[in-house]
C-alpha cells in the first residue's frame, strides 16, 4: 500500500478528519488526567525546519514524547540540505531511519517532493501554500468552544494566505461556509476558489464578510518570507483589522481564532484577542499538541 502522507487536509477522508479530531478530544483528557499513552514507544520523528516555529516545533517534539517516541530537531542550515543535498537523496536517507517526518519549509512541491521518495509518513508542518495542522487545532478548539463545526459561517479576514488556503480546504472537509475578505492582489489560491466556489464567498469585504458568523479568524498580515513586503502590506491591510466594532456584527456568540504568533494593533487588536470569553486562540494553540499526537498515531497505523 502506499504510505499515507499528511501534505493538505485533502490527503484525509471527512471521516479520517472526524476521527482524528475525536481522538485529540481523548488525549487532552489523558494529558491533563497525567494517564500515559505510549502508542508510539520506539518510533522517531524528524523533524526539519526551513522556517522559524515556537508552538509546531514544541508541540511535535513534547506530543513524541509524550507518546514514547523520540524527535529529531533539523535545522536545514546544520544538516546537507542547507548545503544542496537534494531532497530526493536526504528523503531516501532519513526516512531509512525514522518512522515518520515533519517538514516546516517554503515552496509547497518540497513536501511533495520529499514524500515521494519517503518510504515513511511525512507531515506538512507548514509551507508558503497551507497549514494543515493548525486547521486539526482549531476544528478541535472550535468543537470544545460550541459543538460541531458543520454548517456553521466562518469569516477569514485578512491575507489570502497558507492558512486561508487550509480554511478552504477545511469548508471542503468538514463542510461549513466559508467568506473571505481581502484586500485586491492578496487573494488565496485560485484554483482552490474555484474548486470550491459552492461554499466560499470572495469580498473586499471585512464587515460583509463578517456580519453573523460564528467565528472570526485572521493570520498576520506578513508571512515568514514576506518580512521585506511589510510596509507596504500594513498600508493594503489597514481596513481588514479584526477589532470591537467588527466582532459586535458577527453572530452574538462568535468566537475570533488566530494561529499565532499575533501582531497587536495589525491584523487584531489586543481587545479582540485578548478578550477572555470570545478569543478561544490559547485553546487553539494548546490543541496543536493534542490533534497532532493524534495524527501522529493515525498515520503510524497506517
Ligand atoms: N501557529 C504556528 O504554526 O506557530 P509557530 O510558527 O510558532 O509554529
Ligand atoms: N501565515 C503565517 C503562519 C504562521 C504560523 C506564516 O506563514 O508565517
Known amino acids: 500500500m502506499a504510505t499515507k502522507h499528511f501534505l493538505t487536509l485533502k490527503d ?22 497525567h494517564q500515559p499513552h505510549l502508542t508510539a514507544e520506539g518510533r ?50 532519513i526516512s531509512s531511519m525514522v518512522d515518520i517526518v515533519m517538514i516546516r519549509t517554503f515552496a509547497h512541491s518540497t513536501v511533495e517532493t520529499f514524500a515521494q521518495s519517503s518510504r515513511v509518513p511525512v507531515i506538512n508542518a507548514l509551507t508558503d501554500s497551507y497549514h494543515p495542522c493548525q486547521l486539526l487545532a482549531d476544528v478541535q478548539a472550535f468543537e470544545e468552544a460550541q459543538g460541531s463545526i458543520q454548517g456553521k459561517s466562518v469569516a477569514w479576514i485578512g491575507d489570502g494566505n497558507n492558512m486561508c488556503n487550509s480554511y ?13 475578505a481581502c484586500p485586491e492582489g492578496y487573494d488565496p489560491d485560485a ?10 464567498v470572495l469580498t473586499r469585504s471585512a464587515s460583509e464578510a463578517a456580519n453573523g458568523a460564528n467565528i472570526l479568524v485572521t493570520d498576520t498580515w506578513a508571512s ?53 470569553d470570545t478569543s478561544i486562540v490559547w485553546q487553539e494553540a494548546e490543541n496543536r499538541l493534542h490533534a497532532q499526537k493524534a495524527l501522529i498515531e493515525f498515520l503510524l497505523n497506517q
Not at 475525536?22 to 483528557?29: C, I, M, V
Not at 509524550?66 to 543535498?85: I, K, P, V, Y
Not at 484554483?191 to 466560499?200: G, P
Open 44 to 93: 522517531v520523528m524528524a523533524m526539519i525546519f526551513e522556517k522559524s516555529s515556537t508552538r509546531t516545533r514544541v508541540s511535535f517534539e513534547t506530543g513524541m514524547a509524550q507518546l514514547g517516541g523520540h524527535a529529531l530537531f533539523l535545522s536545514a542550515n546544520d544538516t546537507q540540505m542547507g548545503r544542496g543535498e537534494p531532497i530526493e537523496d536526504t528523503a531516501k536517507v
Open 12 to 33: 484525509c477522508t471527512p471521516s479520517e478528519l472526524k476521527n482524528i479530531i475525536e481522538r485529540a478530544h481523548e488525549l487532552k483528557k489523558m494529558q491533563h488526567a
Open 191 to 200: 484554483d482552490l476558489l474555484e474548486q470550491h466556489a459552492d461554499r466560499i
Open 224 to 276: 515568514m518570507g514576506q518580512e521585506d513586503e511589510k510596509d507596504g502590506r500594513s498600508q493594503d491591510f489597514a481596513p481588514f483589522q479584526v477589532n470591537k466594532e467588527l466582532m459586535s456584527i458577527a453572530a452574538p456568540n462568535a468566537v475570533f481564532m488566530h494561529c499565532l504568533p499575533a501582531y497587536r494593533g495589525s491584523e487584531v487588536t489586543a481587545e479582540v484577542i485578548d478578550h477572555p
Open 168 to 180: 478552504i480546504n477545511a469548508a471542503a472537509q468538514w463542510d461549513f461556509e466559508l467568506r473571505i
